[in-house]
Nanobody, 118 residues
């Protein structure tokens, strides 16, 4: 069965950074696009970014504004999300997902909480 396990969330002050990790198993990781999505309290799931299989192309939501960076390590079946210059509006549960978009993702993990507050 597909398993996606996120880690690395926490409480950070505005302007701070976090690095999220996602350990994947149960499928041929290198063959799939992977993405990160997030869900703030009371809001719908929001797509954040994606990386293609092979890692040669990345896509980001407009609100990212060059603050985040997705990466992957196919040898370790890991996908990462570097979050820089975090702002209170980035507060959400962040999930990694198998698939490129919210329409095409087939699985996601249990999520990791990111809270940005002074």
């Amino acid at each position: 069965a597909v398993q996606l396990v996120e880690s690395g969330g926490g409480l950070v002050q505005p302007g701070g950074s976090l690095r999220l990790s996602c350990a994947a198993s149960g499928f041929v990781f290198k063959d799939y696009y992977m993405s990160w999505v997030r869900q703030a309290p009371g809001k719908e799931i929001e797509w954040v970014c994606a990386i293609r299989s092979g890692g040669m192309q990345e896509w980001y939501a407009e609100f990212v504004n060059k603050r985040f960076r997705i990466s992957r390590d196919d040898a370790k079946n890991m996908v990462y999300l570097q979050l820089n210059n975090l702002q209170p509006y980035d507060t959400a549960v962040y999930y990694c997902a198998k698939g490129a978009t919210t329409d095409t993702m087939t699985d996601r993990g249990q999520g990791t909480q990111v809270t940005v507050s002074s």
